[in-house]
């Protein structure tokens, strides 16, 4: 059974950026997707975008196209979810999920406060 | 994008008996290769989300039978036969029939 295990929390400044690691276990890497899911405080889920490791191919949701990059590290079997120009309504707690949804991350809180 | 709508926003229920949470869909979830991706999550509090019911009805691996999900095209229902205290959490159902995948807004299942 895969296992993901995500970076820890981070606190940035408006307008850097930040990036948040996904490592995998327990499974083939290469053989399933993953994706980016961001939840604002006391608010629903939101889809950022997906990665296929074995393509290297990435989607994203038109609302973060050009901010948000998504790449994956097949040796390491790692996935990475990078967002810039990061605003206040950017706090969020963001989770990586494969496949279908099946498994998740434990969650990274980003704080972006001045 | 694929507008996910679910009903209702709070779902009070007494130990022992039944929930319904209902999802719709903007548009047909059937995708061009027959199947239609609607899943059901369940968020438990402090918790991240777990995969409930994927396909409209396939209960996931170590889901208890008393989650069932039915439906097509664009009406979706999650069903829990009798409640118990560990379901307590907010409920969404999501589409991955179209990017970008999209989430109901949630229905939060609490305890009389």
């Known amino acids: 059974q895969v296992q993901l295990v995500q970076s820890g929390a981070e606190v940035k400044k408006p307008g850097s950026s930040v990036k948040v690691s996904c490592k995998a276990s327990g499974g083939t890497f290469s053989s399933y997707t993953i994706s980016w899911v961001r939840q604002a405080p006391g608010q629903g889920l939101e889809w950022m975008g997906r990665i296929i490791p074995i393509l290297g191919i990435a989607n994203y949701a038109q609302k973060f196209q050009g901010r948000v990059t998504i790449t994956a590290d097949k040796s390491t079997s790692t996935a990475y979810m990078e967002l810039s120009s990061l605003r206040s309504e950017d706090t969020a707690v963001y989770y990586c999920?494969?496949?279908?949804?099946?498994?998740w991350g434990q969650g990274t809180t980003v704080t972006v406060s001045s | 994008d694929i507008v996910m709508t679910q009903t209702p926003l709070s779902s009070p229920v007494t130990l022992g008996q039944p929930a319904s949470i209902s999802c719709r869909s903007s548009q047909s979830l059937v995708h061009s290769d027959g199947n239609t991706y609607l899943s059901w999550l369940q968020q438990r509090p402090g918790q991240p989300p777990r995969l409930l019911i994927y396909k409209i009805s396939n209960r996931f691996s170590g889901v208890p039978d008393r989650f069932s999900g039915s439906g097509a095209g664009t009406d979706f229902t999650l069903k829990i036969s009798r409640v118990e205290a560990e379901d307590v959490g907010v409920y969404y159902c999501?589409?991955?029939?179209?990017?970008?995948?999209?989430f109901g807004g949630g229905t939060k299942v609490e305890i009389k």
């Open positions: 999501m589409q991955a029939t179209q990017f970008p995948l999209t």
């Open positions: 999920a494969s496949g279908g949804m099946d498994v």
